[in-house]
């Protein structure tokens, strides 16, 4: 990818980014990876990282919030039917708040900017 993109991109993992996973790692056993120079983003394209953001109202290329808001929306159902198999660590409430937690997302992604 040329530098002359002026957009701001969502990574292709969007839902289970990379910095969450790093951030949860560094917390959990004090132990911090660098992050990816480059990304892959939701729009099909590699990205600089620093040119991602996971925030809908940061986010300007189109593409990406079309992915982004696809992807909160399809985690949710998974997470409702996660909430609802017989010996589920969540319950059905917590997999509600949390389904719930990504349908704003989703819809935040679609308003427009």
């Known amino acids: 990818m040329g530098g002359d993109d002026p957009h701001i991109h969502v990574e292709s993992k969007v839902v289970r ?23 892959a983003t939701g729009c099909g394209q590699r990205a600089p990282y620093a040119m991602t953001s996971p ?8 593409a990406c919030r079309e992915y982004a808001r696809l992807e909160h929306l399809r ?17 059905t409430a917590q997999a509600k ?8 997302l989703a819809k935040r992604f679609s308003a427009a900017e």
């Open 75 to 91: 985690f949710a159902d998974e997470l409702e039917r996660l909430g609802r198999m017989p010996g589920s660590t969540i319950s």
């Open 55 to 62: 925030r809908p109202e940061n986010v300007t290329c189109l």
């Open 17 to 39: 980014g990379v910095a969450a996973v790093r951030n949860m790692m560094a917390s959990t056993f004090g132990l911090a990876g660098d992050l990816p120079s480059n990304i």
């Open 97 to 104: 708040l949390a389904a719930d937690r990504h349908r704003d």
